[in-house]
Every structure is written in structure tokens, then in C-alpha cells.
């Protein structure tokens, strides 16, 4: 037993880090651990810091119970968890918007609406959504999409009207797999599990006087809905699109073939009420 007398100048920390030592050492004893177990896992972790992967290991394993802790008590939209892939600073544009992207970006354009209201059912004129997402081929500007190549590639903060109404254009996104050649992808295949993320959009809204709401739109019918590798599906968030084939509906939209539309409203708290 460590015995060691220490000055305590952080409470929560001695409590937090004391209290996972014992859940560790109890599952140590509770699983029989070996010594070669012991140093298997040493090495999966040293690995996977070699390689830049706990952020990731911890998103996969532990962000949606975080979110989950950090917002009992929560009185709007469900939040669920922000994931590796924002960019803070994407250009600011009033609604309706057409995001950026390339000239000939890949997929269908989506139409991506709704109103931002406070918990008490007041339209919030001038809210932000700062939204992001995949392409139509699972990639993300800023990390496997070149920022040279299309910087701020399918993101903007959309700001709402005096109706708290937001539109934006944007394209439907893809289902994606997350990296998996390293520690992490090995570590979920040996326990028989995918790599794979649903289709999605991203957002995060503010306004003055409430909380922040970070979450995500997932696509119905998206074949890995039901399994998202890092568990962040929750069945409020999801969501079907209206495929449009009229020719004269994608004529006035200014569009050249088919189109999608998606409607959401969310609700932001005035102040986060969390639980005792």
C-alpha cells in the first residue's frame, strides 16, 4: 500500500486521480491480470501515443459518456460530442447561406433549415451555427481534405434571421470510417467492432443569455445508424432528407439535377441546469 504523504493543492485532482488508481487496481484484481497483460497494454498505450492516437482512443472509448456526465440536467436539443474535426473561425454568413465548397463538389446539394428557439419557445434572432461537416466522399476540410485545396470546405457560421430561422445550402454528406491503421483501428477490430461513423452533420449554437449546444444530425436510413463506432447516435438527433426530382422545383432552386432538404429545429437552454 503507498503510504506517501502528499500536499494536496488541488482537492479534485488528489480525489479524481486516487479514485481511479483503485478502480484500476480493483480490475486488476478482479480480472486476474497477468504480467504479460500488464505489459501488452503498456505497449498498446505507448503505441498509440507514438502514433497521436489518444485523442482519438479517448473519442472512440469515453467522449459520449463525458457528454453525457457534463450535460444531466439539460433543457434543450440533445447535445451529443463534438468529435476531432472543428475548426474554430469559419466564415461568418447571414441566412440563408450556401457554405463554402468547390467548384465541383462532389454528391447532391442538401438544403439544411430550421428555427433556433430558447427553451421558454422564443425565437432567438441572430443566433450563430457554426456548422461543419464530411463531403459527399467521407473527408473533412482541414485534415484529409488540403486547407490549400478548399479551405473552410463545408463550414460556416450561419447566422439566424430576426424569425431565428437559418438556411443553408450545403451537400448531403457520407457515412465515414474513422483512422484505423493504427492501435485504435487494431483495438476495435480484435474486439469485433467497425470503424465506421453514420452520415451526419455537425453544429454548435450560441447566443447571448443561453448555453452553448453542440450536436449533431444524423441521416435515417444510414446502414451504420445503428452501430456508430463511437456510440453517438441518439434517436432525437436523427433525421430523414426529401430527395427532390421535379424538374421545375430544380430549376427554381438554381439547381442542375436532384436536391435534398432537411428540416431541424433546436432548442437552446438559458442557462445549464445540471444535477446535484
Excluded at 488508481?21 to 498509440?48: M, P, S
Amino acid at each position: 500500500m503507498n503510504t506517501q504523504k502528499r500536499e494536496v493543492r488541488n482537492p479534485r485532482l488528489n480525489r479524481v486521480f486516487d479514485d481511479l488508481v483503485d478502480t484500476l487496481r480493483n480490475f486488476i484484481r478482479k480480472h486476474n491480470l497477468t504480467y504479460e497483460e500488464y505489459h501488452r497494454a503498456i505497449a498498446f498505450l505507448a503505441e498509440a501515443g507514438e502514433k497521436g492516437e489518444i485523442p482519438l482512443l479517448m473519442d472512440v472509448f469515453l467522449e459520449v459518456t463525458v457528454d453525457d456526465v457534463d450535460h444531466r440536467g439539460w433543457a434543450g436539443t440533445e447535445t451529443t460530442v463534438e468529435g476531432p474535426y472543428y475548426v474554430p473561425n469559419a466564415p461568418e454568413m447571414a441566412s440563408p447561406a450556401v457554405v463554402p465548397h468547390r467548384a465541383n463538389e462532389p454528391g447532391e446539394p442538401l438544403i439544411f433549415s430550421g428555427t433556433i428557439r430558447s427553451s421558454d419557445g422564443v425565437p432567438l434572432a441572430g443566433a450563430i451555427l457554426d456548422f461543419w461537416q464530411s463531403d459527399a466522399e467521407g473527408r473533412y476540410s482541414h485534415f484529409n481534405i488540403p486547407e490549400a485545396e478548399a479551405p473552410f470546405n463545408l463550414r460556416a457560421r450561419v447566422k439566424a434571421d430576426q424569425n431565428g430561422r437559418y438556411e443553408l445550402q450545403t451537400w448531403v454528406p457520407a457515412a465515414y470510417e474513422i483512422p484505423k491503421a493504427g492501435p485504435t483501428g487494431a483495438l476495435i477490430k480484435a474486439l469485433g467492432g467497425h470503424p465506421w461513423r453514420p452520415a451526419h452533420l455537425h453544429v454548435r449554437l450560441t447566443h447571448p443569455g443561453h448555453a452553448t449546444l453542440t450536436t449533431q444530425v444524423f441521416l435515417k436510413d444510414d446502414p451504420w445508424i445503428e452501430s456508430d463506432v463511437v456510440g453517438a447516435v441518439k434517436s432525437s438527433l436523427i433525421r430523414g432528407t426529401t430527395r427532390t426530382t421535379d424538374p421545375a422545383e430544380i430549376r427554381r432552386r438554381g439547381f442542375s439535377g436532384p436536391f435534398h432538404t432537411l428540416e431541424y429545429d433546436f432548442v437552446l437552454p438559458r442557462q445549464m441546469a445540471k444535477a446535484a
